[in-house]
């Protein structure tokens, strides 16, 4: 069965970096785009950015850019998140979340989420 | 940018029909994904493309979009289905959430 299995959780100081990882199995891995999707405490999901499992192309929004990397590594499987000079707004915890190949399939399997915490 | 609006909060009684709404700009002419999330738990895909559902997903769950809004409607709600409940939408290739609605069965 698809399962995506990320990386543990992160204590960071306020300006460094954190990558979270994400192992896919159970799918063809290059076949499926993957988003990356965070929600901070008592708050919404929101939506990080996408890779294309193929060909690595990325999408990030606009708030997001600059400051965050999606990359992946076919044949390991995985997917990466690293987001950069880290602000005590940037605890959330974080989720892969695999693409659906057909337009407008969403997210159809996702990850167990990994927590970030920040610091001052 | 483009923005989906969810209440905050919907209640209903066990065996009831909750609706739960989502509306945007002409979201009627875009696909519409909605996810239930539990508490501590990672978000599950329960209608995607609008109106269809995962293989998994109990018939009760069902949805509808037109105009500015998007409808997930749970009929015979059940006390598991107490969650919270986002939609999902692109604009220009970029995914949007909504707020998100608490469900509560009670």
């Known amino acids: 069965q698809v399962q995506l299995v990320q990386s543990g959780a992160e204590v960071k100081k306020s300006g460094a970096s954190v990558k979270v990882s994400c192992k896919a199995s159970g799918y063809g891995f290059r076949a499926f785009g993957m988003h990356w999707v965070r929600q901070a405490p008592g708050q919404r999901l929101e939506w990080m950015g996408w ?8 999408r990030y929004p606009q708030k997001f850019q600059g400051r965050l990397t999606i990359t992946r590594d076919t044949s390991a499987s995985t997917a990466y998140m690293e987001l950069s000079r880290l602000r005590s707004e940037d605890t959330a915890v974080y989720y892969c979340a695999r693409d ?21 | 940018s483009y923005e989906l609006t969810q209440s905050p909060s ?3 009684s066990p065996g009831q ?15 519409v994904c909605w996810y239930q999330q539990k508490p501590g738990q990672s978000p599950v895909l329960v209608l995607y493309q609008s109106t269809r559902r995962p293989s998994g997903i109990p ?3 069902s949805g509808s979009s037109s105009g ?4 997930l409607t749970i009929s015979g709600t ?29």
């Open chain 2, 68 to 71: 500015n809004t998007a409808t």
């Open chain 1, 100 to 120: 659906g190949i057909e337009p407008g399939n969403g997210g159809d399997a996702w990850g167990q989420g990994t927590l970030v915490t920040v610091s001052s």
């Open chain 1, 51 to 58: 890779i294309n499992g193929d060909n690595g192309n990325t």
């Open chain 2, 59 to 61: 018939e009760r769950f």
């Open chain 2, 10 to 12: 919907v209640s209903v």
């Open chain 2, 78 to 106: 059940q006390d598991m289905d107490d969650a919270d409940y986002y939609c999902q939408t692109w604009d220009r290739s970029l995914v949007v959430f909504g707020g998100g609605t608490k469900l509560t069965v009670l």
């Open chain 2, 17 to 31: 029909t909750a609706t739960i709404t989502c509306s945007g700009d002409e979201l009627g002419d875009r696909y």
